[in-house]
């Protein structure tokens, strides 16, 4: 069966600080794989898909981006945190359904 | 501009009663919808889909109903239990999935 994991599980950084959280998907091959946040009292927010290795789609303009370096491994980073990028982040592969991992909680101070 | 909308943030139900759950949605060209299901601090866990060509599907205590011409979906949980309690989300699929901001429901003992 397929599984998706995600770290740190929660993460404090100050402003200015850069991130890098991961994502890894077992079990399946080439997924299409997504990278979401949701703000506090807000629905999930697309950030990043990727349909293959190297290949990667922005959804919304913003000081984060990501890479995926192997099939199964997603990479959300920042060069500088900002304050407004506190929230809960998630990772999701697609077969039909998207399917979520646990999320990372970033509080940004 | 949002393409998936719950009008309802928040939701209370007796236990043993029903819970209604509503969606409405702007882009016809929408041709699947999905619910999930997301507790605190954890990934949303998918619960129902529907595909565009059905107007009902049900799966144990959930069904859910898709007015294509209303633009209208609804998620019925019965009968509705304390474990219920959670942040569902309404999402549909068009080049990608559209995630709406959720409605929290509370199930009361």
């Known amino acids: 069966s397929q599984t998706i994991h995600q770290w740190p599980a929660t993460l404090v950084q100050p402003v200015g600080s850069p991130l890098s959280l991961e994502c890894t998907v077992e079990?399946?091959?080439?997924?299409?794989l997504y990278w979401y946040r949701q703000a506090a009292g807000r629905g999930l927010q697309l950030l990043f898909y990727?349909?293959?290795?190297?290949?990667i789609s922005s959804e919304v303009p913003q000081n984060l981006s990501a890479s995926r370096p192997q099939d199964r491994q997603f990479i959300l980073s920042s060069k500088k945190l900002l304050l407004s990028d506190s929230g809960f982040y998630l990772c999701?592969?697609?077969?039909?359904?998207?399917?979520f991992g646990p999320g990372t909680r970033l509080l940004v101070l | 501009d949002q393409q998936v909308k719950q009008n309802s943030p928040s939701l209370s139900v007796q236990e043993g009663r029903i819970s209604i759950l509503n969606c409405d949605y702007t882009?016809?060209?929408?041709?699947?919808f999905l619910w999930y299901k997301k507790y605190p601090a954890e990934g949303p866990t998918f619960l129902i889909s529907?595909?565009?060509?059905?107007d009902k599907n049900e799966d144990g205590r959930f069904t859910v109903f898709l007015n294509k011409s209303a633009k209208h979906l609804s998620l019925h949980i019965v009968p509705s239990q304390p474990g219920d309690s959670a942040v569902y989300f309404c999402?549909?699929?068009?080049?990608?999935?559209?995630f709406g901001p959720g409605t929290r429901l509370s199930v009361l003992p």
């Open positions: 999701a592969w697609e077969q039909e359904t998207q399917y």
């Open positions: 079990g399946t091959s080439n997924p299409n």
């Open positions: 990727s349909v293959g290795i190297g290949q």
């Open positions: 882009n016809s060209m929408f041709d699947y």
């Open positions: 529907i595909s565009s060509i059905k």
């Open positions: 999402a549909a699929r068009g080049q990608n999935f559209v």
